[in-house]
């Protein structure tokens, strides 16, 4: 298994350790240029204006360690109870772009969105606007 296969699985296994079996648990995965790995998961609110990415916690322990984030995967448990790969939104490509272009992220297969593709971030976000500014 890869360390980009090791990500999904981590996330898998982290929502089924950490919610029962029902639909809409996700957690995102993260890994580091040191080789660790980081997982974080958001809570439940009432006001959706105020919910966070799954992904944030994690893109927030990275910068406070002062660790290079490689690559990132979102899952999601489904109404399905299958789990689907979620494609970083616009907020966290911003997030993730604070490590450069080069972060590898992963996106659903076009067929089938429980099967994980990954791409590098300039590549989801060919036209991101702080581009022409980034060093070569």
Not at 8 to 26: D, L, M, N, S, Y
Not at 46 to 71: N, P
Request: glycine letters at 6%.
């Amino acid at each position: 298994m890869t360390s980009l296969d090791i990500l999904v699985h981590e996330a898998i296994e982290f929502i089924e350790k950490r919610f029962p079996p029902t639909p809409w648990q996700g957690a995102a995965a993260l890994l580091l240029k040191n080789g660790e790995f980081l997982i974080s998961t958001s809570p439940r609110v009432e006001s959706e204006s105020v919910s966070l990415c799954h992904e944030t916690g994690a893109i927030c322990e990275a910068y406070k360690r002062d660790q290079s984030v490689i690559a990132s995967v979102c899952v999601s448990r489904g109404e399905d109870l299958k789990y689907h790969i979620l494609s970083p939104c616009g907020v966290c490509q911003e997030r993730l772009y604070s490590w450069g272009g080069d972060v590898t992220v992963g996106v659903p297969d076009e067929t089938d969105s429980t099967k994980c593709n990954w791409i590098k971030l300039s590549q989801a976000s060919p036209y991101y606007w702080r581009k022409p500014f980034l060093k070569k």
